[in-house]
């Protein structure tokens, strides 16, 4: 029996994992593109409609014998086979026509042999044969090491497998060396493979801004060159994350999109997907009626295909349904029946949820022995799931310091290689051929490292801004505000910086969602830089909380500037905002005195000010009492005749 891999393989993974994968999978058709244009035509219409791919590559190898093709070229048609029933979820048939591939070609100076072993790796699931796949792999760029694409393919799929061995921290540093890999040589199509499978794994670290914008990127690829299966695929994948965000009204459209181009190319198992997560946003939504005709569509498709583990995650979703209707009895029945045997077949990550479901169908039965044991094992499990969750994110955050670490320490090397180059440059200069040779020298080096560097400025970039507000991180901040106060020290100039807090942040949340509590850090972040002046740096801090930092300010030019940024502060808008809610801030000012001042005290003395406005009802600014004492005799009258 074939199960989906949108759905995944749950006798050893985590179905979410799957549902994240099938992009790769559906994209990566051309990875090692073909020797000839027909190969390579045939590897496009892949993504665009596999089964016409299949029949247009049946045909052409059953011609082999008469056309006395060689033992590569056919093997470069099972290649096109292989990626076309990976295409259409049909995993043995890939792994079979791989295996006929490379008894043809043994030979590891092919790259067709590559691109064989890469269509059995891919279309494994269980965890000994994900295990074998990785050794192979491994084995694989050993002999690949010469040839940077074929190698750049490997990496990609050997992160794919990684993270399809829960192994989200290994996956992560793979996955940017193959994304980086494939900006140093160009190549697009690559690129775009890397991106696919790294959203995935950002979407599993929580990390969901990073996680759009990659899979922006695919979505582009793929609108571009219409292929439509592969763009069925990515917009599925995009309302996962927007669901994960819960931002319910994007994730709709994203499965209506991924829905209309699955009917379109005739994908049945693509529109139940489709309708069983529109089921299931529906349902949040309280359009219970549309819900359950999606959710009846979509059960339908599964049953027929006998795909277990979606019947019963559709099923679940109708008992849900059944449950907001005031039918518990109907409700009650099917989540016994789907909870069986300890749902041995049903995603780990599926089930609490399932026994809160049933505990509260339980209760509206009366049956409350049985609702409170239900809420007992439901508080179990969600306490592991969030748990392992958790350890999870941890070691895909620590993997992407780690990788922005190597990333800073390359940049060091460059640096010191860019000196190098120099010096040897500056030898040569003794006459005027050497000169016009250096000069040589150095364009050739700006056009082979120009793709280097716009990488390096890009991962650069993540590594010191605040991925929300696109603000300076607090860790740049920090390095900016050390600087700017010893230049301070040094010239014996003056120094004010704010520390800035949102009022009521909290409530905002609370009372509107966290989506729009992230609407309003950005929109302050924008109406802030409108603001503050050229020179200036404001930086998330933490939070709600920002560090603004005035290089050459006294207190009371400080003072006007914070006011402006406050004011603009209570023009942001709040969706359907009560009368009595409105966006606005705090701050505590602090200013270097007659002896230089650490960040450490400059903080704790702005801290203390902004704990002064806080008290005083919010919506104002303080100043510390030591920096105004501190300050001239005229910049304290100025504070004075503002206050």
């Known amino acids: 029996m ?43 219409l892949v993504g665009a409609d596999p089964n016409q791919a299949l029949a247009r590559a049946d045909e052409a190898l059953a011609a082999t014998g008469a056309n006395g093709a060689t033992p590569v070229a056919k093997a ?17 048939n890939a792994r079979a026509a791989a295996a006929a591939g490379l008894t043809l070609v043994p030979d590891l100076r092919e790259p067709v042999h590559f691109a064989l072993n890469i269509i059995d790796a891919e279309n494994v699931y269980d965890a000994a044969g994900i295990t074998k796949a990785i050794q192979n792999i491994e084995k694989l760029r050993v002999a690949a090491a010469t040839n940077a694409s074929v190698d750049t393919c490997l990496l990609i799929t050997l992160g794919t ?27 697009a199509e690559q690129r775009v493979l890397a991106a696919d499978s790294l959203s995935s794994v950002m979407r599993e670290i929580g990390d969901y801004n990073q996680a759009l914008a990659l899979n922006s990127e695919v979505v582009e690829w793929h609108q571009k060159r219409h292929a439509s299966l592969a763009l069925s695929v990515a917009q599925y994948l995009r309302g996962n994350i927007f669901m994960d965000m819960r931002v319910f009204a994007a994730a709709a459209d994203a499965f209506a999109d991924a829905r209309t181009l699955s009917v379109a190319i005739g994908d049945t198992q693509g529109v139940a997907f489709s309708d ?37 995650q559709t099923r679940s979703l109708i008992a849900q349904i059944d449950l907001a209707e005031g039918n518990s009895a109907r409700s009650l029945a099917a989540l016994d029946d789907i909870l069986a045997d300890g749902a041995a077949d049903v995603p780990p990550r599926s089930v609490a949820p399932l026994f809160e479901l049933r505990a509260r169908a339980n209760a509206a039965r009366g049956n409350f022995t049985a609702a409170y044991a239900d809420l007992d094992e439901y508080t179990k499990r969600y306490i592991a799931a969030n748990e392992s969750r958790r350890v999870r994110q941890i070691a895909g955050m620590r993997a992407r310091f780690e990788t922005d670490r190597e990333i800073e320490r390359n940049a060091d090397l460059q640096h010191e290689l860019q000196l190098s180059k120099q010096r040897q440059i500056e030898l040569q200069h003794r006459t005027w051929v050497a000169i016009v040779s250096g000069i040589l020298v150095i364009g050739l080096l700006t056009i082979l490292l120009l793709g280097a560097r716009r990488h390096r400025r890009q991962l650069s970039e993540l590594a010191t801004r605040d991925a929300l507000t696109q603000l300076p991180n607090r860790r740049h901040t920090a390095e900016l505000a050390a600087q700017a106060i010893a230049h301070a020290a040094e010239t ?30 950005r929109d302050f972040a924008s109406a802030s830089r409108d603001v ?69 005290e400059l903080i704790a003395l702005a801290d203390a000010a902004l704990y002064r406005a806080k008290h005083d009802g919010r919506n104002t600014v303080r100043i510390d009492a030591l920096s105004v004492e501190s300050a001239s005799s005229g910049v304290r009258r100025a504070i004075t005749r503002r206050g």
């Open 2 to 44: 074939l199960v989906s891999r949108r759905a995944g393989r749950i006798a050893s993974l985590l179905v979410h994992i799957f549902i994240a994968l099938v992009g790769a999978n559906a994209a990566r058709a051309a990875c090692i593109p073909g020797p000839d244009a027909g190969v390579r035509r045939l590897q496009d």
């Open 76 to 92: 470069w048609l099972e290649v096109v086979r292989g990626q076309a029933y990976s295409a259409l979820e049909l995993d043995g």
């Open 161 to 187: 497998l990684q993270y399809r061995h829960d192994n989200s921290d290994l996956a992560i540093a793979t996955l940017m060396q193959a994304y980086r890999a494939a900006d140093l040589t160009e190549s």
């Open 276 to 312: 069983m997560r529109i089921c299931e946003v529906d349902a949040k939504l309280g359009k219970l009626d549309s819900a359950r005709a999606s959710c009846n569509n979509a059960l339908a498709i599964f049953t027929a295909s006998q795909t277990t583990d979606v019947i019963k």
């Open 492 to 521: 014996s100039s003056p120094l004010t910086l704010a520390l800035i807090d949102l009022d009521h942040f909290k409530s905002i949340n609370d009372e509107y969602g966290h989506a729009t509590g992230d609407q309003v850090l």
């Open 532 to 600: 503050v002046r050229e020179g200036d740096t404001l930086g998330r801090w933490g939070g709600e909380e920002f560090l603004l930092l005035m290089p050459g300010t006294t207190l009371d030019l400080a003072l006007a500037i914070v006011e402006r940024v406050r004011a603009r502060a209570l023009d942001i808008r709040l969706p359907e905002a009560r009368a009595d809610f409105k966006v606005s801030l705090s701050a505590g000012l602090a200013a270097t005195g007659a002896h230089p001042s650490s960040l450490d």
